[in-house]
């Protein structure tokens, strides 16, 4: 025979152990039940369900499955709970038009980021002053443009020499004066003088100033000079013309009038150039000198003064002068030497195309 002894205060024991069971989050898998079938309400971490009683124990937490929708910078999906955690968010691959330099493509979002814009390979229409052509374009890079290019720049300059007895030349002032001439050229592309007949610090009227840049017998005498531009060894995107001696007619035209050289003349020189952005000028010399870009004055060095340099960035003023991306443009340099002792004239630029075409 069998005997069950419960001793004293076991029977609360078991309650104890069955209702802490019943109580908590989540219930125990193989928990100790009573009644067969029997069910009760259960949490599985996600959502409120039912667990069974088979054989003595509960089983697991049955429950719905739990899903919320999310978003990521592909779009919308919706991710799923599962043991009480969410995974991640799942969101279908979206595609999204897309552009860059070679034309029109389409780029794809999967796993929360978005690809690179997939343009086909194409061939593109370019050109330059000279011409038009093609040129091949392959994952968002351009490559060589096969139209006729312009020669090696070379700006033909007009130099016209003055006595040194002009009123404007070899005077006993001097300083930068800036604003000599009205910021647009004339109709005739040469620079307005400011100020009518009553002068400034460094010139003497309209009258004297309006003989600078244009033939006028027994004031001045004509030539022309090459301003051949060379590419920088130090960098290729770069052309140049520098020289801290700069007299071009020395000897030439009213001669050096008892001088070294040759001090008193003015220069004008101009070309023509295709706008593709990112060009920049720079001018460093004595003494004025005023550049125009598409009619308009972007520096202006103006005076009797010692070397002074200014420089522009085409993008940044573009919008100001009427500047296209692919537009044809004029550039018009004006220059005046007009003291002794020294001629400094100095350009600096990636403006392309300055030279004539073939």
């Given at each position: ?9 076991l ?9 802490a ?22 949490f599985d ?8 009683c ?49 034309g ?8 929360a ?46 130099v016209?020499?003055f ?40 010139t ?46 020395d ?74 991306l ?12 007009r003291k002794?002792?020294?001629?400094n ?9 300055l030279?004539?075409?073939?």
């Amino acid at each position: 025979m069998i005997r069950l002894v419960i001793r004293p205060g076991l029977p609360l024991l078991f309650g104890l152990l069955t209702s802490a069971c019943g109580s908590r989050t989540g219930l125990d898998v193989n928990a100790v039940c009573g009644v067969a079938g029997e069910t009760r309400p259960c949490f599985d971490g996600c959502a409120s369900g039912l667990q069974t009683c088979d054989s003595g124990v509960w089983l697991e937490c049955v429950a719905p499955v739990v899903k919320e929708a999310c978003s990521d910078v592909c779009g919308t999906g919706e991710r799923t709970c599962v043991q009480g955690t969410f995974g991640a968010c799942v969101v279908p691959p979206s595609q999204r038009p897309c552009e860059n330099v070679c034309g029109i493509g389409i780029e794809t979002c999967e796993n929360a980021a978005w690809s690179a814009c997939e343009v086909p390979d194409t061939i593109l229409p370019c050109s330059s002053k000279c011409g038009d052509g093609t040129q091949p374009c392959s994952s968002g890079v351009l490559g060589a443009c096969n139209a006729p290019q312009p020669l090696p720049p070379v700006l033909e300059a007009t130099v016209r020499d003055f006595l040194a007895s002009h009123p404007d030349m070899e005077r006993e002032e001097g300083r930068t004066e800036r604003g000599l001439v009205l910021p647009e050229l004339g109709d005739d592309d040469k620079p307005v003088y400011a100020h009518g007949t009553q002068g400034t610090f460094t010139t003497s009227g309209e009258a004297a100033f309006d003989q600078w840049y244009r033939d006028v017998p027994g004031v001045n005498q004509t030539t022309t000079v090459p301003l051949p531009l060379l590419r920088s060894a130090r960098d290729e995107r770069l052309y140049l013309f520098n020289s801290a001696a700069f007299f071009p007619i020395d000897g030439d035209l009213f001669g050096n009038e008892g001088n070294v050289h040759n001090y008193h003349f003015t220069l004008e020189a101009s070309g023509t150039f295709l706008y593709q952005g990112g060009e920049r000028f720079r001018f460093l010399g004595d003494d004025d000198v005023f550049v125009f870009i598409n009619r308009t004055l972007v520096i202006d060095l103006g005076g009797l003064h010692q070397s002074l340099s200014q420089e522009v960035y085409l993008d940044g003023i573009a919008p100001k002068i009427g500047l296209e991306l692919g537009g044809l443009y004029p550039l018009h340099i004006f220059f005046a030497e007009r003291k002794t002792l020294a001629s400094n004239f100095n350009i600096e630029t990636s403006i392309e195309g300055l030279g004539d075409c073939p």
